[in-house]
């Protein structure tokens, strides 16, 4: 069973930085598309970047200059940097990878990044 396992969130003031990973496992990892997904309470999920094979990414308007989402095919794993935290950003972050093909999707189980003074 294909898992996605995510870690770095966290609590941090305006303006600080964060990384966020996720380690996938028990896939074809050049086969997904992989991107971060974020849903704060009362909202629904949200796209915030999407990374494909070879690198072409794509991040939403909210948070383009501010995060970087990056993959490594070595390691399996897809990381989202994030920077010049704002409170607005605060939701879980969620892992997510998509098979263009299949149509299959996964989801990670999550990660709480809280942006508060």
């Known amino acids: 069973q294909v898992q996605l396992v995510e870690s770095g969130g966290g609590m941090v003031q305006p303006g600080g930085s964060l990384e966020l990973s996720c380690a996938a496992s028990?896939?074809?990892?050049?086969?997904?598309?992989m991107g971060w997904y974020r849903q704060a309470p009362g909202n629904q999920r949200e796209v915030v970047a999407r990374?494909?094979?070879?690198?072409?990414?794509d991040h939403a308007d909210s948070v383009k200059g501010r995060f970087t989402i990056s993959r490594d095919h070595a390691t399996q794993t897809v990381k989202l940097q994030m920077k010049s935290l704002k409170p607005e950003d605060t939701a879980g972050y969620y892992c997510n990878a998509f098979a263009t093909n299949t149509r299959q999707n996964y989801w990670g189980q999550g990660t709480q990044v809280t942006v508060s003074s």
């Open positions: 028990r896939l074809i990892f050049s086969l997904y598309v």
């Open positions: 990374v494909i094979d070879g690198g072409i990414t």
